[in-house]
Nanobody, 115 residues
Framework: QVQLAESGGGLVQPGGSLRLSCAASTTIFSLSAMGWYRQAPGKQRELVAT???????NYAESVKGRFTISRDKFRNTAYLQMNNLKPKVSAVYYCYVEYRSRDYWGQGTQVTVSS
C-alpha cells in the first residue's frame, strides 16, 4: 500500500503560477512511475506529467514548456510547477504512482485559473 498526500492547489489568476506537491509513504525510487493527471468536468482523466522508469519524464504536449515535474528523494515528494497558467487547465489534479504493478491515486487537488 502507498499513501499519497497532495497539496498546493487553489485559485490563481491567468498568467500566474502554482506548485503542486505529492508526498508518498514509500521511497519514491521504489515506484515504477510517479506523476500527475488531471480531470476537468465532463472530461476524461488525462496525463499531465510523469516520471517513468529510469527517471525519464513524460509531458502532455499542451503543458510542455510551462509545467515542470521534479522530485525530492529525501522527502519522497514529487512536485509539479505550473507557470503561465491559463483558464483551460482548470481541473482536479491527481497524483499517481505505480508500485509493484498496482496503481495508486491521491485524493485530488483543485486548480482553478480565473480572473
Amino acid at each position: 500500500q502507498v499513501q499519497l498526500a497532495e497539496s498546493g492547489g487553489g485559485l490563481v489568476q491567468p498568467g500566474g503560477s502554482l506548485r503542486l506537491s505529492c508526498a508518498a509513504s514509500t521511497t519514491i525510487f521504489s515506484l515504477s512511475a510517479m506523476g500527475w493527471y488531471r480531470q476537468a468536468p465532463g472530461k476524461q482523466r488525462e496525463l499531465v506529467a510523469t516520471f517513468t522508469s529510469g527517471s525519464r519524464t513524460n509531458y502532455a504536449e499542451s503543458v510542455k514548456g510551462r509545467f515542470t515535474i521534479s522530485r525530492d528523494k529525501f522527502r519522497n515528494t514529487a512536485y509539479l510547477q505550473m507557470n503561465n497558467l491559463k483558464p483551460k487547465v482548470s481541473a482536479v489534479y491527481y497524483c499517481y504512482v505505480e508500485y509493484r504493478s498496482r496503481d495508486y491515486w491521491g485524493q485530488g487537488t483543485q486548480v482553478t485559473v480565473s480572473s
